[in-house]
C-alpha cells in the first residue's frame, strides 16, 4: 500500500514559479512510477508529468503544455517526487494530484492505483 501526501500548492501571478512535492509513507518509489495530474473546475483530470526510475536513471515525460516550464523529479532515496513549475500561466489554475503505479510510467489516469488528496494552486493573471 503507498500513500501519498501532496504539499506546496497555493496563489501565485502568472510567470512566477511554485514547487510541488509529493512524500511517499509506507514505502519508496524505486518500483513505481509517478505521475502529476491536475483538474480544473468543469474539465477532466490530465496528465502533467510522469517519472519512472530504472536500473540506468530516471525517465520522465510531459504533456506539451508544460514541457519546457515543469521539471519532475525525485530525491535520492526515492520518498519524495517533485514538480518544479516555472513560468506559470493562468490556465495551469487547478487541482494537483500526484499518483503511483507499479511498472511503467502511464499519461492515462485511470491506470494508476494510488493519489493524493490534491493541492490546489491557482494562478492569478
Known amino acids: 500500500q503507498v500513500q501519498l501526501v501532496e504539499s506546496g500548492g497555493g496563489l501565485v501571478q502568472a510567470g512566477g514559479s511554485l514547487r510541488l512535492s509529493c512524500a511517499a509513507s509506507g514505502r519508496t518509489f524505486s518500483s513505481v512510477a509517478v505521475g502529476w495530474f491536475r483538474q480544473a473546475p468543469g474539465r477532466e483530470r490530465e496528465f502533467v508529468a510522469a517519472?519512472?526510475?530504472?536500473?540506468?536513471?530516471?525517465?520522465?515525460y510531459y504533456a506539451d503544455s508544460v514541457k519546457g516550464r515543469f521539471t519532475i523529479s525525485g530525491d535520492n532515496a526515492k520518498t519524495t517526487v517533485y514538480l518544479q513549475m516555472n513560468s506559470l500561466k493562468p490556465e495551469d489554475t487547478a487541482v494537483y494530484y500526484c499518483?503511483?503505479?507499479?511498472?511503467?510510467?502511464?499519461?492515462?489516469?485511470?491506470?494508476?492505483?494510488?493519489w493524493g488528496q490534491g493541492t490546489q494552486v491557482t494562478v492569478s493573471s
Open positions: 499518483a503511483a503505479r507499479r511498472n511503467d510510467a502511464s499519461t492515462h489516469a485511470y491506470e494508476y492505483d494510488y
Open positions: 517519472i519512472r526510475w530504472t536500473w540506468t536513471g530516471g525517465s520522465t
